[in-house]
Nanobody
Framework: QVQLVESGGGLVQSGGSLRLSCVASGRIFSINAMGWYRQAPGKQRELVAIITSGGDTNYADSVKDRFAISRDSAKNTVSLQMDSLKTEDTAVYYC???????????????WGHGTQVTVSS
């Protein structure tokens, strides 16, 4: 009933930039926090950045001052601007959103299918 679709991944050289976007669609009453996570081969999924419905943000220490998260609540989208990319940023990036489908339902965390980001040296 709810789908998250990411776009914008790809291959980029070290020091380059990419912008990821994620749009939520389906049965949506409200969206609380939206965020980006990543998972590198052989590693656990980790939080990259998160933004609340009020616009407060939080970042992993490894991406502070290089990445910027934003959202357009009217369009149910969240974006991640990634600058000064490093090889260690290589991972599958997943969009996450805490969504209430109806006025009486509890919120639930939905995930996108992920988009690959590869940073070459």
């Amino acid at each position: 009933q709810v789908q998250l679709v990411e776009s914008g991944g790809g291959l980029v050289q070290s020091g380059g930039s990419l912008r990821l976007s994620c749009v939520a669609s389906g049965r949506i009453f409200s969206i609380n926090a939206m965020g980006w996570y990543r998972q590198a081969p052989g590693k656990q999924r980790e939080l990259v950045a998160i933004i609340t419905s009020g616009g407060d943000t939080n970042y992993a220490d490894s991406v502070k001052d290089r990445f910027a998260i934003s959202r357009d609540s009217a369009k149910n989208t969240v974006s991640l601007q990634m600058d000064s990319l490093k090889t260690e940023d290589t991972a599958v990036y997943y969009c996450n959103a805490d969504i209430r489908s109806t006025i009486i339902s509890s919120s639930y965390g939905y995930w996108g299918h992920g988009t690959q980001v590869t940073v070459s040296s």
